[in-house]
């Protein structure tokens, strides 16, 4: 009798926790779809609403979804697909065939039709604003051997070409053409001069090849990061990469204060007005890595050093913008390295900075782990071989981070079962572990649900959070007989949505061909209620005690973690900017400076430093009644909003007086005069920062915005993009390093008899 008294009370002791799982898991719907022919190699969302949905299968077989990837239909008429091409009309898609073919179709997918049989192509790239417009090269490289192609335009929607140039190599782009100013026209590519011809040129085109209005010699790769282009050239073995605001009529040279060799370049983030670059200078396998620079303008692309020995792998680069907050990184680094190479017991340590790479430090010990020597957290990078996901944020889920990491000396070596799931709700300020393992993950509505997925072993549920993980309910995959193998989670691209697609495969039999497998889990029927805008939401702020960071105090808003309801399309995110004088974290060491153990900077003695140590201005403005600014070894961290003038603030410019003057000007005026541009910074970065962190206010300021940038501009929020490097004349591909962005990969290259350099093919892996 007593054990079964005892039997009893743990029946009782638990039931109310099994009742309590079993409710919020029936509260929500998933659907699975098997694809008998093999495995999904990317999922489509069309646009308005992302009810269709496309899946484009390993085999060319494409599928085609109306009701949100609920359920799956076959497009038929179609030899099989290379890839599938959205446009700016939502109804109108391009399908690149495998046998090399364009189809097109007007009817969001439901039908194609094949509009020009005489041609095969390539690479074909669809005008941002125009859906009739797109490039294209024909005949198309079937090999990874040498090749140069024609490239043509459509501008009739696929029915008929026109010749742009001849002798061109992978990548063309057409920049923002139609955009910003910019002629609909535009056309950027690299060319041979001829056919004999043994390097090639980039050239920018304004009327669709006719003219080349402006070239640089000697390309071996460009790039498109939305409103910027970069270039990469090759001359006598060394490699120099041109940038500068896509609008541009030219682009300029970027300086690096290293006297280092350049044998990469990695365009890891350009937002709020700074851009990041890691340049690879060494190693190999997984003890390669590069310097990481920062320059606050593309006027003047002068980089200085910001993280030394940043962890890289085949152009994937271990750094990530925490994204819709201001000035927040993570990277990963060899730690303690002595001298130029990185011995194999060399530490990989992950750091944050909190003000724009001015700064960086060991990421915080989690909260309520037992690590007794442990020195912080570690988080897994892109740059890993076993495809771990790396740390993972959205401007949509402002201030969350979740991440694969251990409490280990290194990362190295690290493989999935010794690491566990991690979560920051701050920014990366402080963390928690959340789960144990590692995982695939996914925030849902603004964050107000995680999505996890085990990420070693096959399975036949998930877990998920509806408070941030204060709890977690493990749920079935109703429908699912055989564990799944999940290879990536996906969702729709809208800041609100509710379900998730989760892409893998799985077999019927042990030693069957595996099938691919989709499961979508929609939480529609979660919640019943809306937040209230005034009591399901608090304020909070990535830094300690509300300190300031890059020379403001900003406080984001975010709700309860406790409340369960729904979050509103028109959340706001950031509440209050407030200014705050400046401190030394708002000083950096400008170009051909680098911080010394003491935390001055010191002057770098190398060739480039020499050679452009007239590249910064000394020069009174047009304009000088007293006293002007000059830099000496200082500038102020990009982005920064602080007010050098401000009681008790720090000011590293050196004043000096306007020629003429004879020092005698009042030197009020100096401070009302920066006063006032301090004042109007503040104000234009203020409307910078609403527009990147707040989507009501960049939909009500749309218009004024193109208009603005038409004439002078920044960017908003982009990243990761890499030129890989290449010697006499090799044409290089490039890849994008965002883990929620398009991967647009490279192969490596070959060398033909005559010693010609191979094209590299472009790959465009699902999107995230």
């Not at 073995?237 to 990469?264: A, H, I, M, V, W």
Request: hydrophobic share 30%.
């Amino acid at each position: 009798m007593p054990r079964l008294n005892a039997c009893l009370f743990l029946v009782l002791f638990f039931l109310p926790f099994v009742i309590s799982d079993d409710s919020k898991c029936s509260s929500h719907k998933t659907y699975v779809t098997s694809f008998t022919e093999g495995k999904i190699d990317s999922l489509v969302y069309a646009e308005p609403d992302y009810k269709v949905v496309f899946a484009l299968l390993q085999s060319g077989d494409l599928y085609r979804s109306e009701d949100g990837a609920r359920t799956f239909s076959k497009v038929t008429g179609i030899p099989g697909t290379d890839e599938l091409f959205k446009t700016p009309d939502p109804k109108k898609f391009y399908l690149l065939a495998e046998d090399g073919h364009i189809y097109v179709s007007t009817d969001t997918g439901k039908t194609f039709v094949l509009r020009d049989s005489t041609k095969l192509f390539s690479s074909p790239v669809v005008h941002p604003t125009n859906a009739d417009w797109i490039l294209a090269g024909s005949p198309p490289c079937l090999s990874s051997f040498f090749c140069q192609t024609t490239l043509y335009v459509s501008t009739d929607f696929a029915q008929s070409w026109k010749e742009v140039k001849k002798f061109v190599n992978e990548p063309w782009s057409w920049g923002d053409a139609g955009k910003y100013g910019i002629p609909a026209e535009n056309v950027h590519l690299m060319y041979r001069e001829s056919e004999t011809a043994t390097s090639y040129t980039y050239g920018q085109s304004r009327n669709l090849g006719q003219k080349i209005d402006y070239t640089i010699p000697n390309a071996i790769a460009l790039l498109h990061s939305d409103m910027f282009f970069f270039v990469a050239q090759s001359v006598a073995e060394k490699l120099t990469l041109y940038s500068g605001p896509s609008n541009s009529s030219s682009l300029k040279p970027c300086l690096f204060p290293e006297s280092l060799p350049q044998d990469r370049y990695s365009i890891l983030d350009t937002s709020a007005g700074s851009t990041f670059i890691n340049v690879e200078h060494g190693g190999s396998g997984d003890r390669a890595w590069g310097h990481t620079y920062v320059a606050d303008s593309f006027a003047n692309p002068s980089f200085t050093l910001s993280l030394k020995y940043n962890r890289r792998q085949g152009g994937k680069v271990d750094f990530a913008r925490v994204k819709g907050v201001q000035g927040v990184y993570i990277a990963n680094q060899f730690s303690g390295v002595v001298g130029s190479s990185v011995a194999h017991d060399t530490p990989l340590q992950t750091y944050i900075t909190f003000n724009n790479g001015g700064k960086w430090v060991r990421l915080a010990k989690p909260k309520g782990v037992d690590c007794k020597d442990c020195t912080g957290l570690n988080l897994v990078g892109r740059s890993n071989r076993r495809n771990i996901p790396s740390f993972y944020t959205t401007s949509k889920a402002v201030g969350l981070i979740i991440a694969s990491g251990n409490v280990l000396k290194t990362l190295r070596d690290t493989t999935p079962n010794d690491l566990d799931t991690y979560f920051s709700r701050d920014a990366g300020l402080s963390w928690e572990k959340i789960k144990d393992g590692a995982h695939h993950y996914q925030f849902l509505d603004h964050g107000g649900i995680i999505a996890l997925v085990d990420f070693v072993n096959p399975t036949k549920q998930y877990t998920y959070s509806f408070n941030e993980g204060l709890n977690w309910y493990d749920c079935p995959i109703n429908g699912l007989d055989n564990a799944i193998q999940v290879t990536s989670l996906s969702y729709p691209p809208q800041a609100t949505h509710l379900s998730f697609h989760m892409i893998g495969e799985r077999s019927d039999k042990t030693g069957s061909t595996p099938k691919g497998c989709l499961v979508t889990v929609d939480f529609s029927d979660l919640h019943s209620k809306v937040c209230d805008p005034v009591n399901d939401y608090e304020t909070f702020s990535p830094h300690d005690n509300n300190k300031c960071l890059l020379g403001a105090k900003t406080a984001y808003r975010r709700r309860k973690r406790e409340k369960e309801c729904f979050n509103n399309d028109a959340i706001e995110n950031n509440t209050a900017i407030e200014s705050c004088p400046c401190t030394n974290e708002d000083w950096e060491c400008d170009l051909c400076y680098q911080e010394t153990v003491d935390g001055k900077c010191q002057k770098i003695d190398s060739p480039q430093c020499r050679s452009t140590e007239t590249s910064v201005a000394d020069t009174p403005p047009a304009t000088c009644n007293d006293k002007y600014p000059v830099r000496k070894g200082y500038r102020l961290v990009s982005g920064t909003r602080c007010n050098p003038l401000a009681d008790g603030a720090v000011n590293k410019y050196e004043m000096k007086q306007c020629p003429g003057t004879g020092g005698s000007s009042s030197a009020a005026k100096i401070g009302i005069s920066i006063t006032v541009i301090v004042i109007l910074v503040a104000l234009v970065g203020g409307f910078f920062y609403r527009r990147k962190t707040n989507e009501n206010f960049r939909e009500r300021t749309d218009d004024y915005w193109d208009r603005f940038t038409g004439i002078f501009r920044s960017r908003e929020g982009a990243s990761g993009y890499s030129i890989a490097g290449g010697r006499g004349g090799e044409p290089q591909d490039l890849d994008d390093d965002d883990y929620n962005d398009k991967l647009l990969s490279a192969d490596s290259g070959y060398r033909n008899a005559n010693g010609n350099v191979t094209r590299l093919r472009l790959f465009n892996p699902f999107i995230n």
